[in-house]
């Protein structure tokens, strides 16, 4: 079996105003669609961001790869690092941290790995969790990630939702009631860092009252001071799960950690190993939030979970805006990492659109089922694929810019950080 044709389609799927630490979501979320073909009629699928420089690196790697057998992830590997650092490497991505800009190779690696992996687990008739070591779960917790929002008819660019407004204690708690109700979510996670912290502490306590039971986290995305992260952190004392990059730099997370005592978890200063390195000999966070996007794939991210066992790190999984194809990469490695104890964040409720056959995946008791189909068990729908590729093309979005959307609506906004 032998790879024959690779396909990178970027889309652009629909995506309410969101705020975060930025600024606020676009009305369109990028997404680069992967399609490796093989020589005896086999798809392997992959999803990963659709940002300028990813792109760029997949369509750069991707007619490497043809005469490759899927099974040659070392193959893999030297193809993608003999293309050489991205002409647009540098370039600097206006994202919401977490989405790492510098690690382009391990971001593109890790989109053509499960692709491989879809392929590898297709031609044993396995699915992929069995590829990688067996589930130890078949539901995967999800936990429900609220964040504040504007109305979509703020701008008519975004798609009409019914999610509304929420500004407010009142509006996040609606917000999480709706997710909870539609989706069964047993844990609740609010993207902080957009409003005023006190307005942000007074919403994680109105949450803590309505859902008591609820394992809350509350994420600023390092928006926060170290002093405002320590003055939030004695107002939240009890009431956290962990508490999310609240404030910048591993230095900054570290002397939080000493003062406050609470858990800290990370998608921004653990990002790779040598950052993981720093972190063991600074205390800063205690929970590592993995993502396969960044980390270079599925078999990375669970050398990531491993390292995180040995080390005696809590490990948890972060999101960006993705569709069903990422979900199941998600899926798949989660039910197969036995020390993901935490319940993983997934951006899935916001985006209505989708580009597997079936539409929505079902997340039933706030959980994600694998089940034994073939590879990730989910099938490509190509006219819902050229939709949304169309869509890309009309949306003239190529990079995510949080702070120009924001200065749409706020004249005097500015990229800024810590803001509060
Ligand atoms: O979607 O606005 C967002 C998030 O803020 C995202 O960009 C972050 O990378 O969810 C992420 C996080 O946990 O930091
Ligand atoms: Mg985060």
Wanted: glycine fraction near 8%.
């Amino acid at each position: 079996m032998k790879i024959a044709a690779v396909r990178v389609t970027p889309i652009a799927i629909s995506d309410p105003p969101l705020l975060n630490a930025s600024g606020v979501h676009e009305p369109f979320a990028l997404r680069s669609i992967i399609e490796v073909e093989t020589d005896n009629g086999l798809v392997g699928l992959g999803e990963t961001y659709g940002d300028k420089p990813v792109l760029d690196g997949l369509l750069r790697v991707k007619d490497r790869l043809a005469g490759l057998s899927p099974f040659d992830l070392n193959g893999l590997r030297q193809r993608v690092l003999s293309v050489g650092p991205s002409p647009v490497e540098g370039v600097q991505l206006d994202v919401a941290p977490g989405s790492q800009a510098s690690k382009s190779e391990h971001k593109v690696f890790g989109a053509f790995e499960v692709a491989f992996l879809d392929l590898q687990a297709r031609s044993l008739d396995l699915p992929v969790h069995a590829l990688l070591g067996g589930a130890v779960r078949r539901k995967v917790p999800f936990s429900a990630y609220l964040f504040f929002k504007f109305a979509s008819d703020i701008d008519p660019s975004y798609r009409p939702d019914t999610w509304g407004p929420a500004l407010d204690a009142e509006g996040i708690v609606a917000q999480a009631r709706t997710m909870i109700d539609r989706y069964g979510f047993g844990s609740i996670k609010l993207k902080a860092g957009a409003l005023d912290p006190d307005l942000e502490a007074e919403c994680l306590k109105a949450l803590k009252r309505a859902f008591p039971n609820h394992p809350l986290r509350i994420d600023p995305n390092a928006n926060w001071s170290l002093d405002t992260a320590i003055r939030v952190a004695k107002r939240l004392q009890g009431d956290l799960e962990y508490y999310e990059d609240p404030t910048p730099g591993l230095e900054g997370m570290s002397e939080l950690h000493r003062v406050t005592g609470l858990p800290l978890a990370t998608n921004m200063v653990v990002t790779d190993m040598k950052e993981f390195r720093r972190n063991i000999a600074l205390n800063g966070a205690q929970i590592v939030l993995s993502d396969h996007h960044y980390w270079g794939g599925l078999r990375a991210t669970q050398m990531l979970a491993t390292m995180c066992d040995t080390f005696g790190l809590g490990l948890s999984m972060h999101s960006n805006s993705h569709v069903g194809i990422s979900l199941m990469a998600m899926s798949h490695l989660a039910a197969a990492v036995p020390n993901l104890t935490y319940a993983c964040d997934t951006h899935y409720p916001w985006q209505e659109d989708e580009v597997i056959r079936g539409g929505k995946i079902p997340i039933v008791d706030g959980c994600v089922t694998v089940t034994d189909a073939p590879g990730l068990g989910v099938e490509l729908d190509r006219d819902a694929l050229a939709a949304l590729h169309e869509q890309y093309l009309r949306s003239g979005i190529t990079n995510r810019d949080d702070v120009s959307q924001m200065r749409k609506f706020r004249s005097d906004w500015t990229r800024v950080k810590p803001r509060y």
